[in-house]
């Protein structure tokens, strides 16, 4: 079955840098965009990136441009979020997220915490 993994996630000092990396089975990953959610408690899950299934496209929304880098390995089957200059108020749940043929997956998320 499709399983995301996410991982990468910790505590890090503002304007610090972080990698998540998303491992990913059960479905051909080169096939399928992706994309990197995160989500505060009580608000609703945030799109900080999507990646194109070869990579060529990346987009993101103007509170992460130019800190974030999505990028992914189609041979290792991994999307990656390079995390940078980060800001307390990037403390999040951060998810990796496909969608197959009408049907979206979540993995289970990585906590990023910034804070001093």
């Known amino acids: 079955q499709v399983q995301l993994v996410e991982s990468g996630g910790g505590l890090v000092q503002p304007g610090g840098s972080l990698r998540l990396s998303c491992a990913t089975s059960g479905f051909t990953f080169s096939n399928y965009a992706m994309s990197w959610y995160r989500q505060v408690p009580g608000k609703e899950r945030e799109l900080v990136a999507s990646i194109s299934s070869a990579g060529g496209t990346t987009t993101y929304p103007t509170s992460v441009k130019g800190r974030f880098t999505c990028s992914r390995d189609n041979a290792k089957n991994t999307v990656y979020l390079q995390m940078n200059n980060l800001v307390p108020e990037d403390t999040a749940v951060y998810y990796c997220?496909?969608?197959?043929?009408?049907?979206?997956?979540w993995g289970r998320g990585t906590q990023v915490t910034v804070s001093s």
């Open positions: 997220n496909t969608r197959i043929r009408g049907v979206i997956y």
